[in-house]
């Protein structure tokens, strides 16, 4: 089946092939990601988009001297495949195997880590200037899709491209798809550029022509790049790229090898920055990828002979609900406005979407300006709900503070995929946003425990007239009862969910192991009582308080980088009020580059499921120097990875 993969251990073993051989190649390869894809689950449309195209990069670059470098990296599988990790490439997104990004630590052809969208122009330009200073000769190529080159960064990389002219390549892979179809006027206007086959005609025409004028020369191949330029302009005047100052290629047929392997052939003659424009099909050779390249962008295990989800779990995701609960909202309140960047399905917004266009809006790979933009739209009244992944909201800390926070307007942030995020790896972990969030004037921080909590947090949200942040994770919810009606949820107000001497106080997606694992330490008779923090800020003061006492143990729990997380706000709350004699322990998440795994798997691996949970809560009243009732005092703990430190526990 993979006879000629099976021969190719590196990109100079694609220079041996002819057209056919490279063309059944690209067959093999694609037959190898839906085989790989249809069991680990990954990026399967934007992967079979790019087979050709990668396979055309590799044969014309010399890898790993000439440097690619991916922008988002989600269709990086052929070029994995190709750069001396077919074997490994089973072991795709699962933990300790290959990573579906690309990772400097894995191979020496992936030159640069990628996982947020539009960041290849700016890293690109940053190595074809370091290149040019330490005297290098090898080129650099950034393969950037049409859907990130709608993120406002690759337009300051363009900027400076276009200022400084590097010998530098951007590979613009135009298949008019962004997870959901490209929106915006950018995205018409690649359009315009790629439906320029009349352009490639008259090209072709004058090509012809020169070629038909006896004793061509150097100067005439010359005259003839001038000539085109001329073409250019004078059809396609005002072609942004070109104004930059940037050489405009294009459009090539991304799938036919021939052209591509003479296109960056002739890339690579520029002496200045190129941009190569190649239209590409997402889902290319598999039918079901390519009928719904969307519902294929990122998939989960399938049947491969009918494009079927394998396993379709019956208790609906957080972003589901997430997605009701805007519609039932939204019914009885016409302020209320979705704004989504580039994730209309991922975060449950597709029905909104149909069901009232006129209030919402897909801004693109622009979360900076949907948070902007909402601001705007609150300021003037409407009440819009930003739904944005936890690690993407990284990307706009500045209007999160400076347009929402310090104007104290009503945003409200649905902070989806927050905590471990199964078999992406370390870029789309979202951890970190307890802490980005908490120091933030007026924010109020909000994470529930099951998904009917969701609701009541998201419709409570809305009206307590500040900014506010619900973070939810990224999985089934525990299939609790939806109440009908929405019940409020009273500003900074915990639940106490069992009564104890020492207080384990669990935030969010913690609460339910938090409980199991109280309940498993209780047969050993530690008294443990467990709340639902329900907020980080405000937080729940009295209830807090009331277990500040000599002799008695707060335990903190959140699915979170522990450093300025929830635990932290809970030590800063008792220096404030000068209670020093209670003891704090802080479960969570240290801030080092989290692996690809599953939610279970990560969350074994530091502790915070059920078993590490109880293992850790005994650790901390044994080495406190006490006798859990019923057992055998163990002495000192080993270091686990994520353990908090035996350092948080603090006695003053
Ligand atoms: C900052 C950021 N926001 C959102 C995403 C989620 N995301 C991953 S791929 C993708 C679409 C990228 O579209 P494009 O660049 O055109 O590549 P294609 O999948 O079409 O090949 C999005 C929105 C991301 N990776 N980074």
Same mark, same amino acid.
């Given at each position: 089946?993979?006879?000629?993969?099976?021969?190719?251990?590196?990109?100079?073993?694609?220079?041996?092939?002819?057209?056919?051989?490279?063309?059944?190649?690209?067959?093999?390869?694609?037959?190898?990601?839906?085989?790989?894809?249809?069991?680990?689950?990954?990026?399967?449309?934007?992967?079979?988009?790019?087979?050709?195209?990668?396979?055309?990069?590799?044969?014309?670059?010399?890898?790993?001297?000439?440097?690619?470098?991916?922008?988002?990296?989600?269709?990086?599988?052929?070029?994995?495949?190709?750069?001396?990790?077919?074997?490994?490439?089973?072991?795709?997104?699962?933990?300790?195997?290959?990573?579906?990004?690309?990772?400097?630590?894995?191979?020496?052809?992936?030159?640069?880590?990628?996982?947020?969208?539009?960041?290849?122009?700016?890293?690109?330009?940053?190595?074809?200037?370091?290149?040019?200073?330490?005297?290098?000769?090898?080129?650099?190529?950034?393969?950037?899709?049409?859907?990130?080159?709608?993120?406002?960064?690759?337009?300051?990389?363009?900027?400076?491209?276009?200022?400084?002219?590097?010998?530098?390549?951007?590979?613009?892979?135009?298949?008019?798809?962004?997870?959901?179809?490209?929106?915006?006027?950018?995205?018409?206007?690649?359009?315009?550029?790629?439906?320029?086959?009349?352009?490639?005609?008259?090209?072709?025409?004058?090509?012809?022509?020169?070629?038909?004028?006896?004793?061509?020369?150097?100067?005439?191949?010359?005259?003839?790049?001038?000539?085109?330029?001329?073409?250019?302009?004078?059809?396609?005047?005002?072609?942004?790229?070109?104004?930059?100052?940037?050489?405009?290629?294009?459009?090539?047929?991304?799938?036919?090898?021939?052209?591509?392997?003479?296109?960056?052939?002739?890339?690579?003659?520029?002496?200045?920055?190129?941009?190569?424009?190649?239209?590409?099909?997402?889902?290319?050779?598999?039918?079901?990828?390519?009928?719904?390249?969307?519902?294929?962008?990122?998939?989960?295990?399938?049947?491969?002979?009918?494009?079927?989800?394998?396993?379709?779990?019956?208790?609906?995701?957080?972003?589901?609900?997430?997605?009701?609960? /805007? #519609?039932?909202? @939204?019914? %009885?309140?016409?302020?209320?406005? +979705? $704004?989504?960047?580039?994730?209309?399905? !991922?975060? *449950?917004?597709?029905?909104?979407?149909?069901?009232?266009?006129?209030?919402?809006?897909?801004?693109?790979?622009?979360?900076?300006?949907?948070?902007?933009?909402?601001?705007?739209?609150?300021?003037?009244?409407?009440?819009?709900?930003?739904?944005?992944?936890?690690?993407?909201?990284?990307?706009?800390?500045?209007?999160?503070?400076?347009?929402?926070?310090?104007?104290?307007?009503?945003?409200?942030?649905?902070?989806?995929?927050?905590?471990?995020?199964?078999?992406?790896?370390?870029?789309?972990?979202?951890?970190?946003?307890?802490?980005?969030?908490?120091?933030?004037?007026?924010?109020?921080?909000?994470?529930?425990?099951?998904?009917?909590?969701?609701?009541? /947090? #998201?419709?409570? @949200?809305? %009206?307590?007239?500040?900014?506010? +942040? $619900?973070?939810?994770?990224?999985?089934? !919810?525990? *299939?609790?009862?939806?109440?009908?009606?929405?019940?409020?949820?009273?500003?900074?107000?915990?639940?106490?969910?069992?009564?104890?001497?020492?207080?384990?106080?669990?935030?969010?997606?913690?609460?339910?192991?938090?409980?199991?694992?109280?309940?498993?330490?209780?047969?050993?008779?530690?008294?443990?009582?467990?709340?639902?923090?329900?907020?980080?800020?405000?937080?729940?003061?009295?209830?807090?308080?009331?277990?500040?006492?000599?002799?008695?143990?707060?335990?903190?729990?959140?699915?979170?980088?522990?450093?300025?997380?929830?635990?932290?706000?809970?030590?800063?709350?008792?220096?404030?009020?000068?209670?020093?004699?209670?003891?704090?322990?802080?479960?969570? #998440?240290?801030?080092?580059?989290?692996?690809?795994?599953?939610?279970?798997?990560?969350?074994?691996?530091?502790?915070?499921?059920?078993?590490?949970?109880?293992?850790?809560?005994?650790?901390?009243?044994?080495?406190?120097?006490?006798?859990?009732?019923?057992?055998?005092?163990?002495?000192?703990?080993?270091?686990?990875?994520?353990?908090?430190?035996?350092?948080?526990?603090?006695?003053?």
């Amino acid at each position: 089946m993979s006879e000629i993969l099976d021969g190719i251990g590196g990109p100079a073993d694609l220079r041996r092939l002819d057209e056919k051989g490279l063309e059944r190649l690209a067959a093999e390869i694609r037959a190898l990601i839906v085989d790989v894809v249809s069991k680990n689950g990954g990026h399967l449309s934007p992967n079979l988009g790019v087979v050709e195209l990668t396979l055309a990069l590799h044969y014309v670059f010399d890898a790993p001297r000439d440097k690619i470098i991916w922008d988002v990296g989600h269709q990086c599988y052929t070029h994995k495949i190709l750069t001396g990790r077919r074997e490994e490439f089973r072991s795709l997104r699962r933990s300790k195997g290959l990573c579906g990004y690309p990772d400097r630590r894995e191979s020496a052809y992936d030159v640069y880590n990628t996982g947020h969208a539009s960041t290849a122009l700016s890293a690109a330009l940053g190595l074809a200037v370091s290149r040019d200073r330490k005297k290098e000769g090898h080129h650099v190529v950034a393969v950037v899709g049409d859907g990130s080159l709608t993120g406002g960064v690759a337009w300051e990389a363009l900027n400076q491209i276009g200022h400084l002219r590097e010998r530098l390549i951007i590979v613009l892979n135009y298949n008019e798809m962004s997870i959901s179809p490209n929106v915006g006027a950018l995205s018409k206007y690649l359009t315009y550029l790629a439906s320029g086959q009349h352009y490639l005609r008259i090209k072709d025409h004058a090509k012809l022509l020169l070629k038909s004028i006896p004793g061509l020369g150097p100067r005439v191949i010359k005259y003839g790049r001038a000539f085109e330029d001329l073409i250019k302009k004078t059809f396609f005047p005002g072609l942004v790229f070109e104004e930059l100052g940037i050489k405009y290629i294009g459009p090539v047929q991304g799938h036919s090898l021939p052209s591509l392997i003479e296109v960056f052939n002739e890339a690579k003659t520029y002496d200045g920055p190129v941009l190569v424009q190649c239209v590409t099909q997402k889902g290319r050779g598999y039918p079901p990828a390519q009928a719904n390249p969307e519902k294929f962008h990122g998939s989960s295990p399938f049947d491969p002979a009918t494009g079927e989800p394998l396993r379709k779990g019956k208790i609906p995701s957080y972003s589901a609900v997430f997605g009701r609960t /805007m #519609l039932k909202i @939204a019914a %009885g309140d016409d302020k209320v406005v +979705a $704004v989504t960047a580039a994730m209309p399905d !991922g975060t *449950g917004l597709g029905a909104f979407a149909r069901t009232h266009p006129d209030r919402f809006f897909d801004v693109g790979i622009a979360e900076q300006h949907a948070v902007n933009f909402s601001a705007g739209l609150a300021s003037c009244g409407l009440k819009p709900v930003a739904a944005i992944y936890s690690t993407f909201l990284q990307r706009a800390y500045d209007q999160v503070y400076h347009d929402v926070c310090l104007q104290d307007l009503p945003v409200v942030f649905a902070l989806d995929r927050a905590g471990i995020v199964p078999d992406d790896g370390p870029t789309h972990h979202g951890v970190n946003d307890i802490a980005y969030l908490r120091h933030m004037p007026n924010m109020i921080l909000m994470a529930p425990r099951d998904e009917n909590a969701l609701q009541h /947090m #998201l419709h409570s @949200a809305l %009206g307590y007239g500040h900014p506010a +942040a $619900v973070r939810f994770p990224k999985c089934p !919810g525990l *299939g609790v009862k939806i109440d009908r009606e929405f019940k409020p949820v009273p500003l900074g107000r915990a639940e106490l969910l069992r009564n104890g001497r020492h207080l384990v106080l669990a935030y969010g997606s913690m609460v339910t192991p938090g409980l199991a694992a109280a309940r498993r330490l209780a047969r050993e008779g530690l008294s443990l009582a467990v709340a639902d923090a329900r907020f980080a800020k405000p937080l729940d003061e009295e209830l807090i308080l009331r277990f500040a006492r000599p002799g008695r143990t707060i335990i903190t729990l959140e699915e979170g980088v522990l450093a300025g997380g929830f635990g932290s706000a809970v030590r800063e709350l008792l220096d404030r009020k000068g209670r020093f004699e209670v003891k704090v322990f802080s479960i969570g #998440l240290p801030d080092v580059p989290l692996p690809v795994g599953t939610r279970e798997e990560i969350q074994a691996l530091y502790g915070l499921d059920v078993k590490g949970l109880a293992r850790r809560i005994r650790g901390v009243f044994c080495e406190a120097g006490g006798r859990v009732p019923g057992r055998r005092a163990t002495g000192g703990r080993k270091h686990r990875p994520g353990a908090g430190g035996g350092r948080s526990v603090r006695k003053r």
